[in-house]
């Protein structure tokens, strides 16, 4: 496909998603109903798709619109491209620019792009978090986020683990974040054929998640309940990190558990699964790992930046502290209770810990928040001890 019929495509996707689907199945029907389009092609037009999803605000200003042709032709017109090189009715190619879309190309770029890109609602809540930094994190909640992985520590070093993903043509190198943590280069999207991957030595996981795993002070012989496991991404973090602690997933849902202990085993560990309500008791350490806005994340799932409510937003609130509540019974007298978030919301955050920490019978040890500025994902950590 050539370049042009790549935004083609996209124009058409988002389309769709404008009407109200999920990005993530229109990119799949596309691809299905478009098997002539190969892997470089899918990849470019998910990556427009995205880029426009990141900054729907700003290439809606700059595009005129809504509509998928406006807001690839904002898109292009903020790459700095010459919009007549993609609308240019050639095969295949968007159909040329009309007049009004012309006319448009000739008004003043406004000035607070970043904050266009960044819901009305939530931008009082990232005013009082942030401050001065506010438009520096608007500012870096545009881009694409970078590809991290975590060094399994318990199997390679980290040398040995960066010589490893080379000889796949992985580029990696050390990010300051977590001495777990390589930000990779060239070759990412290879990450899930390397070796390195499927013989356990690395495992896709965010530097601030890591940098969050690495403040949690589990030593050998203690048992550890990860009480919103999910995949298991934390608490295989932890069993790198301590080998000969007893680890424990729970999860309300238990098909979200079911891949780790394939996960488990190509990392060389092992994780014991509890049934949903049955968390048991008397752990030194609780893990919650808590559903949120994912507002940290946002710059791999922009679409759900649109799409979160300040409704959805206090059920979260009200949801965290109610598992808050029911993990608490899980941990030993003198025990920890680490709280963890992916959001860069106070409310979900700091302001819950404060809540927690007031009506609980535990005591509040340390907290630290981890925004995009810090290289990796918006992340929040909280530990607490009982009392
Ligand atoms: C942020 S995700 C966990 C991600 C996971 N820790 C990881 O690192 O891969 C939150 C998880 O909490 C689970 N959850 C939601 N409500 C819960 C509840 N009341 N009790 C336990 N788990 C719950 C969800 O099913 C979801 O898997």
Redesign the pocket.
């Known amino acids: 496909m050539t370049p042009a019929a790549r935004y083609a495509a996209a124009i058409d996707i988002l389309d769709e998603i404008a009407a109200g689907a999920p990005a993530e199945r229109c990119l799949t029907n596309w691809a299905r109903a478009h098997r002539f389009a190969g892997s470089k092609d899918r990849a470019a037009i998910r990556d427009h798709v995205y880029d426009v999803l990141r900054c729907r605000g700003s290439c809606a200003a700059l595009g005129g619109g809504q509509g998928g042709r406006a807001l690839v032709l904002g898109l292009i017109r903020l790459q700095g491209e010459a919009p007549e090189t993609v609308f240019s009715g050639e095969r295949f190619a968007p159909a040329p620019l009309s007049d009004e879309e012309r006319a448009r190309l000739d008004r003043p770029v406004p000035e607070d792009l970043a904050l266009r890109d960044w819901p009305d609602w939530l931008l009082a809540p990232l005013q009082a978090r942030f401050g001065e930094e506010c438009p520096a994190v608007a500012e870096a909640m545009r881009h694409r986020a970078p590809v991290f992985v975590r060094v399994n520590r318990a199997r390679v070093s980290r040398g040995a683990a960066i010589a490893a993903l080379e000889e796949d043509g992985i580029e990696a190198r050390p990010h300051p974040l977590a001495e777990t943590a390589l930000e990779l280069g060239a070759g990412a999207r290879r990450i899930q054929q390397s070796r390195a991957w499927r013989e356990g030595l690395v495992e896709l996981q965010d530097a601030s ?1 890591q940098a969050a795993i690495a403040r949690v002070p589990l030593v050998a012989g203690q048992s550890c309940l ?10 295989l973090a932890l069993a790198a990190a301590c080998h000969e602690a007893r680890i424990s997933a ?4 238990a098909g ?1 558990m079911r891949d780790i202990p394939v996960r488990a085993e190509r990392a060389g560990t092992r994780i014991a699964l509890r049934a ?1 309500g049955d968390p048991g008791t008397g752990y030194d350490l609780v893990l919650v ?4 806005s994912g507002s940290g994340t946002w710059r791999r799932t922009p679409e759900a930046k649109w799409r979160l409510t300040p409704e959805r937003l206090e059920e979260l609130v009200a ?1 965290q502290a ?2 808050l509540s ?1 993990a608490s019974h899980c941990v030993a007298p003198g025990g920890r209770l680490v709280y963890m978030t ?1 959001s860069l919301f106070e409310a979900e955050n700091e302001a819950q810990a404060a809540r927690f920490a007031r009506e609980s019978g535990f005591h509040l040890l340390e907290q630290r928040a981890f925004s995009p500025l810090d290289g990796g994902d918006g992340f929040f950590v909280a530990q607490f001890e009982r009392r």
Request: include cysteine; aromatic fraction near 4%.
């Open positions: 998640s990860d009480y919103c496991a999910g995949g298991g991404g934390k608490a729970h999860d309300v849902d979200r949903p790992d808590a559903p949120c949801l109610r598992i029911e992916c």
